[in-house]
Structures are given as C-alpha cells and as structure tokens.
C-alpha cells in the first residue's frame, strides 16, 4: 500500500508574507492520509520549517556535487542540515532554462538520496513529442537515464509530467494517464524487481486543480501530485490534500 503524497511546487514565486499560506493549509489539512509537502524557494525553507505547521518542506533543485565552487547553487547537503525532506530533481522548467540532460538528473538524484533527501525525479514529453506519438518512448528514455542503481522506494517519487500540461491547464486525459503510469511502473519492474518498484510513488502533475485531483489520484498507479499554481493558495492545495486523502 503506498501512501499518497500531494507535494506543492512554488517554483519563483512567494514572499515572507507568503507564509500565511502555510498557516491556512496546516489549519485545513490537521487530520490527512497523505503526505503533504511544499517545495518553495530555497531561502524561505527554514522560515517554512520554523512554523512547525507539520508539512514536509522540500527543495526545488540541488547540485550534484555536495559542496564546492558553484557560485549560486545549492547543495543537497545543505538542504538536509537546514530541515528539508525531499528535493525536486530534473523538473522540466531545469530541464529547458539550464538544458539539464538525464545524466545530470540522475548525479542530482544520487545526491540528494546520498543526503538523506528524498528525490522527487520529474519525467515527461514536449506536446511535439507526444504529437509524434513518442511519449512512451521519451517517458522510457528519461525514467532509465534519471534514475541512479541505488533507487529505493523510502529514498525516490517519481512524477510524470507531461510539459504541454505545466502551467496551461490543459490535464492529460484519464487514459493517458494511466497508460504512461502502467508503463512506468513495468520499467520499474523490470529494474529494479516487483518489491522495490511496488513501492515507488508515481505523481502525476500538469494543471492539477481542485476540480480534477479526486478523477487524477483514483487512477490506478497514480499516488498522488505534484502541483504548481495550486499549490500556491491553501484554499485550493487544501482541496487537493483533502483529494489525496480519499
Ligand atoms: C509543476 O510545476 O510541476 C506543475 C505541475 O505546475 P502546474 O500544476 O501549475 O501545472
């Protein structure tokens, strides 16, 4: 049985005043069956951290080299020392602005699980690839170029997104869904054996909302989201919690 996870990405957006967000989500999510974490930006990690609101705090990137001279990056270390759970590797948004390879995916991946980190390894097709018909052949690529040999299920959350479903509210169909998630989940198999695969958590995530979550998270294989807009206002992460929960 794998525990559902509804994980929030604010990517660059958020202020200190933001954090009342927090507040309002850990008031309307006291009693949940599912993990529920945020991701914001690296420097509001140990304000999110010191409100004790009982929500896993993550990192939204980190380095593949624990410390060192690289001006500005951030370490899976360090995210560590200062409180955080888990770090986002590899989403699509690193994936285009710094033309980060699975390779280097999969070296952020070792890091951060060698950190004690979870990972939370991102995957998924452009809209042209899809319209080429190579979303099975991509999700393939990029799952067994991301994942480092050590991959567990305690250490790593896999999440499909397709990148044409990031931030247009346009959700992949049901069907879709399930087929790239079954697809997954057999690669997975096949790698690492039934036990570990079993246990890995598949998010799914483009354009989660309140009005779709409860569909998306019912779909076999699929345990849970990682959301991005909504993740931004407890009104409506609540609602995708409570979704998770069910
Ligand atoms: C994301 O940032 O990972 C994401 C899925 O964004 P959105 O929910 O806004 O589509």
């Not at 799952?143 to 479903?165: F, I, K, M, Q, R």
């Amino acid at each position: 049985m794998r525990r559902k996870m509804a994980a929030g990405n604010w990517k660059m957006n958020g202020l200190r005043a933001d954090l009342a967000e927090i507040t309002a989500l850990a008031s309307a999510t006291s009693t949940t069956a599912c993990d529920v974490m945020i991701c914001p930006p690296a420097p509001l990690i140990p304000a999110m951290l010191a409100l004790e609101a009982g929500i896993m705090v993550g990192g939204q990137d980190c380095h593949a080299e624990q410390s060192g001279a690289h001006t500005g990056d951030v370490s899976a270390t360090l995210l560590k020392d200062i409180g955080a759970s888990a770090v986002i590797v590899g989403h699509s948004e690193r994936r285009a602005d710094h033309a980060e390879t699975d390779a280097e995916v999969r070296a952020k991946a070792e890091a951060a699980t060698s950190a004690g980190l979870i990972a939370i390894v991102c995957i998924g097709e452009t809209e042209a690839e899809r319209d080429a018909g190579d979303t099975l052949k991509v999700v393939e690529t990029q799952l067994t170029g991301s994942l480092p040999d050590g991959t567990t299920a305690a250490n790593t959350v896999v999440a499909y997104e397709p990148v044409w479903a990031i931030g247009t509210g346009k959700t992949a169909q049901s069907s879709d869904i399930v087929e790239v998630h079954a697809a997954m989940r057999a690669l997975l198999r096949a790698r690492f054996g039934a036990e570990v695969a079993d246990g890995i958590r598949l998010l799914y995530g483009g354009s989660v909302k309140p009005g779709n979550a409860e569909e998306i998270f019912s779909l076999p294989d699929v345990d849970g989201g990682l959301v991005g807009g909504a993740s931004l206002k407890a009104a409506d992460f609540s609602a995708i919690v409570a979704a998770a929960s069910r």
